[in-house]
């Protein structure tokens, strides 16, 4: 599956869905590369080394090509740019914006009030308690499968992924949101279109191999 490639050093944690989201690109185009493994709950993020390498203190960078790039989403485009073959975007304009709307919805909408830092100030210093974390949690997520699962269900450009029979830039962000849902027990039955692409994803290895669960520095 790997295709000769300039250097690549991926620095992510097994647990972020926004690592999870390059693993799973770098998987498709079967680019390989360097784990630097940065452990967010340890507040590796925090120490003066990864800064260097990323000021906002987060999950994923990727060097490649000289340069430090950062955002989930912006590398993942940067690698379909460079490495077009298969491609994550559709060809036409209309098909495009789609795809780039519904990885919106999650990358933009969902993930952001859901990630450890937000997860964490709740807990301290606003003192919330593990149920009331799990709650908000779980409120974001079907929220955002509320409306995802009626902008993949009623339109026909979705086909076995959710844009026609490829997987692209939405599956990409996608996946790693409903893992994260099965993590803290949320009832995926009323999104039967987002559970049955995410199923037809986690079937190929690209997404499988990305899987938390399959990652050198997995802990409990």
């Given at each position: 599956?790997?295709?000769?490639?300039?250097?690549?050093?991926?620095?992510?944690?097994?647990?972020?869905?926004?690592?999870?989201?390059?693993?799973?690109?770098?998987?498709?185009?079967?680019?390989?590369?360097?784990?630097?493994?940065?452990?967010?709950?340890?507040?590796?993020?925090?120490?003066?080394?990864?800064?260097?390498?990323?000021?906002?203190?987060?999950?994923?960078?990727?060097?490649?090509?000289?340069?430090?790039?950062?955002?989930?989403?912006?590398?993942?485009?940067?690698?379909?740019?460079?490495?077009?073959?298969?491609?994550?975007?559709?060809?036409?304009?209309?098909?495009?914006?789609?795809?780039?709307?519904?990885?919106?919805?999650?990358?933009?909408?969902?993930?952001?009030?859901?990630?450890?830092?937000?997860?964490?100030?709740?807990?301290?210093?606003?003192?919330?308690?593990?149920?009331?974390?799990?709650?908000?949690?779980?409120?974001?997520?079907?929220?955002?499968?509320?409306?995802?699962?009626?902008?993949?269900?009623?339109?026909?450009?979705?086909?076995?992924?959710?844009?026609?029979?490829?997987?692209?830039?939405?599956?990409?962000?996608?996946?790693?949101?409903?893992?994260?849902?099965?993590?803290?027990?949320?009832?995926?039955?009323?999104?039967?279109?987002?559970?049955r692409i995410c199923q037809a994803c986690m079937k190929l290895?690209?997404?499988?191999?990305?899987?938390?669960?399959?990652?050198?520095?997995?802990?409990?």
């Open positions: 599956m790997t295709k000769t490639a300039s250097s690549i050093k991926l620095f992510g944690f097994f647990r972020s869905s926004a690592a999870f989201r390059v693993r799973i690109a770098l998987n498709l185009k079967g680019l390989g590369y360097e784990d630097a493994f940065i452990h967010l709950r340890r507040g590796d993020q925090r120490g003066g080394d990864f800064l260097g390498v990323n000021p906002q203190g987060l999950v994923p960078a990727l060097q490649t090509d000289g340069q430090t790039l950062i955002q989930s989403l912006a590398i993942i485009e940067y690698l379909d740019e460079t490495h077009p073959e298969p491609p994550f975007l559709p060809a036409d304009t209309a098909g495009r914006a789609r795809v780039r709307a519904l990885a919106g919805v999650v990358a933009c909408d969902i993930h952001p009030v859901n990630n450890l830092r937000v997860l964490r100030y709740l807990s301290r210093p606003l003192g919330h308690d593990q149920a009331a974390i799990e709650a908000w949690y779980n409120h974001w997520i079907a929220t955002g499968f509320e409306a995802l699962e009626r902008l993949l269900a009623e339109d026909r450009r979705t086909g076995a992924f959710c844009h026609g029979d490829r997987p692209g830039l939405a599956d990409i962000a996608l996946v790693p949101q409903a893992v994260n849902a099965e993590r803290y027990r949320l009832d995926l039955s009323p999104y039967p279109t987002i559970a290895d690209a997404f499988a191999a990305a899987h938390p669960n399959s990652q050198p520095d997995r802990d409990d």
